[in-house]
């Protein structure tokens, strides 16, 4: 069964209305995350354990905010955990996924005790849309760093 276009269109417009001010809304999840060099083997997996559980298996979008309430970067994922775990790496590490540094360079530089902000959005449509969107409106340093 098909949906109707003027369906999509109302959920997209619910969508980004319910998500155009990201972490004011009641409807985002919020936990932290010390983005530093784990001493051990046993503390990265306990943060990675700790940020799996905090999104589980949820697919959607992310807000990294710094302590000075700065927004970072706003991404999405399917799933979230896996993004979210491989940031936390980036800021200390390069990553398979990012063979020209870019992201490790970004993290590595943004380390401290991080704000997430992130809401369940399950289709992929909408997840890219709104993360366009909200990276339009609210230009996280990454944005303007990648320019550079």
């Avoid at 995350?33 to 784990?38: A, G």
């Avoid at 354990?49 to 399917?78: A, H, S, W």
């Avoid at 775990?85 to 200390?92: L, T």
């Avoid at 390069?94 to 704000?115: A, I, T």
Wanted: glycine content about 4%; proline content about 4%; hydrophobic content about 30%.
């Amino acid at each position: 069964m098909s949906r109707k276009v003027e369906d999509y269109l109302e959920e997209s417009k619910r969508s980004i209305l319910d998500l155009l001010l990201p972490v004011q809304v009641p409807t985002w999840n919020m936990f932290e995350v010390e983005h530093q060099r784990p001493e051990t083997s046993e503390e990265r997996k306990c943060m990675k354990d700790y940020i799996y559980n905090q999104t589980g298996n949820k697919n959607g979008l992310y807000v990294y905010k710094d302590q000075d309430e700065q927004i970072l970067y706003i991404g999405k994922g399917k799933p979230i955990k896996v993004r979210l775990y491989s940031h936390y790496c980036e800021s200390f590490e390069l990553v398979k996924g990012d063979p020209k540094g870019r992201w490790f360079d970004f993290f590595s530089n943004h380390r401290g005790n991080l704000k997430v902000y992130w809401i369940e959005l399950e289709d992929e449509n909408n997840r890219r849309f709104v993360e366009a969107t909200l990276s339009s409106v609210l230009i996280p340093k990454f944005e303007t760093w990648k320019l550079n």
